[in-house]
């Protein structure tokens, strides 16, 4: 009897569940699952727009638009390369940054709550049509470039770089970092929800575990290494992957225009889905690396 | 007072000296340490808050301030013109409201939708809920563009099975409504909805599970426990969701251009600015053509007045943002 009773009370449970995620289920199946088929579809056919016949015809052609799409257009190759060496080098940067950045925000000192809100500006000033904005402002940077000609002094960036490449240590590696410094500020803009991600992770870290390992003995140095980072390693995986999602769909991104672009001015729906289709697969397997890299380090603490 | 001082000196050289050299020592590279950190967050403030002042500066200049080489940072000739020309250009006044009225809804649809589902995937447990979770890290995941030529197609010519055209004789043109964009919010599938189901689960989950229990015990039902108990529990990171839904709602252009092309907004008016001031200037003195550095003055001086709201709100609720995505302890 007891026990029909709490089988009773599960399944009630159960059913109050999917009624809570019901709404989630029908935008899943709806606007998600049927929408991915068709595109999918859609990639693999000509699509022509016909209003008679229930909207538009699709007449499989087998992988012609994926052909297209790598081997006669002449941009989408080097937009989608460019777009993914970016990312490379963007995203363990951008970690690296804003972990670091809230690190120093976790700390305690004068006017930390000012700092802090500056420091999540970003969220606001980097979302949306703003970047792609902002990134086509030339007239800043050309204001830069008449101030950089006309008062003679050397630049300090350009003075370490000519010093670094002499000693020919790295060149190649040295290339590298030129390049995050360089698009510092695009970095700083892209984290601010990272940097809110890390110092959640960084408050849940129990005070006592640094007391008891500074009694013992361990040097902020070492207890970073031992404690911080192993505590918060669940949280930079989470940072992994938002980070790379929000860099692919970020609205300058070249790729993302072109496919947009094809859609609604050239209305050509076929060659648009194949290349969002090569996009979303790109980006699938670039966090399934990313995260298998970054799941083997992750502890979990309990 | 100078007694005093010149006691702690004595009494600070006499602790040093028993601690054979390691207190100043330590005081010296707290400092130092302290020094560098000001130096540091003070030159990264500055690189967030350059471009910002960079354009309001813009913002106040006339045109031929733009081109002389010793007007870097004060305009010489202050002016609020280009406010003006650019509220005329775009009707500010008019897009604000649509913006404004759009972002609000879409928020609001958007957070009752991630709050039902974030409550159930955190305290209930049914068959498949590992696999709808992971539906959920998949809208995360795939990027909009993959689905929306299709979801296009879908309300260009929508249809529920076939229903509506039994009934109407053909299918429902959406595309220009508000429809399809408020169906995608509410369902889920709106603007960065999955992350908002993502963090408002992680909150639910933190919330102990006795007061739920106590609320069965007195006779609650599933609905009135999430509804009188749960919900005041959350406010925090429902009001952080729905800032964060209303700003991304406000600046974003892809889900603008694609669903509302009937109504303007900001995020799709303000790329529009150069050609309309070419326009203007065409028409008021009959010829020429607006110098690129003056477009690029005035989609400063719209992006000004864009983020204007925004950073008003966020002067106002900043430790919304903040606080309570620091009490979710996200972890995957």
Known sequence: MAKKKQKNLARRKAIAGYLFITPFIIGFLFFMVKPLCESFMMSLSKVTVAAGQGGFKLDFWGIKNYKDAFLVDAEYTRFLTNELTKMLTQVPATIIISFFMALILNQSFKGRTFVRAIFFLPVILSSGVLVGLEYNNSLLAGMQDYIKENTNSA????????????????????????????????????????????????????????????IEGCTAWESFWKITLPMVSSVILVNVIYTIVDFFTKSNSQVMTKISDTMIQRMDYGFSSAMAWVYFLAVLLIIGVFSLITSRWVYYYE | MSKSLTSKWKRFIERNRKSEGYLLKKIVAQKLYQIARAILI????????????????????????????????????????????????????????????????????????????????????????????????????????????????????????????????????LQNSLIPYILLCMTGMGLKSGLYIFLIRQYFRGIPKELEEAAYVDGCGNLQTFIRIMLPDATPILTSCFLFAFVWQWTDSFYARMFLKGTTLLATELPAITSRLTEYIVSTTGSGKASTAYGLAMISTGMIMTIIPLLLIYVVAQKGFVESLSQTGLKM
Not at chain 2, 71 to 88: A, C, D, G, M, Q
Not at chain 2, 110 to 118: D, I, M, R
């Open chain 2, 42 to 173: 003070f030159g990264l403030c500055f690189l967030i808050l350059q471009p910002i002042l960079n354009k309001i500066s813009v913002s106040f200049m006339e045109e031929k301030d733009l081109y002389d080489p010793t007007i870097i940072v004060v305009p010489r000739n202050f002016t609020l013109n280009n406010y003006k020309l650019v509220s005329y250009l775009i009707s500010y006044w008019k897009v604000l409201r649509h913006t404004l009225g759009i972002s609000l809804i879409a928020a609001f649809a958007q957070l009752a939708c991630a709050t039902l589902v974030g409550y159930g995937f955190a305290r209930f447990k049914f068959p498949l809920k590992k696999f709808w979770f992971a539906c959920v890290i998949l809208v995360i995941v795939v990027p909009p563009q993959t689905i929306m030529s299709s979801l296009y197609l879908n309300f260009r010519f929508f249809d529920v099975f076939g229903i509506i055209k039994l009934i109407t004789g053909s299918t429902i043109n």
């Open chain 1, 155 to 214: 630049q300090i960036t350009a003075t370490l770089e000519s010093i670094l490449s002499t000693t020919g240590f790295g060149n190649k590696y040295l290339e590298m970092v030129y390049s995050i410094v360089n698009s510092i500020y695009d970095v700083v803009i892209a984290s601010g929800i990272q940097i809110i991600i890390f110092l959640s992770g960084l408050q849940t870290i129990p005070k006592s575990m640094f007391e008891a390992a500074t």
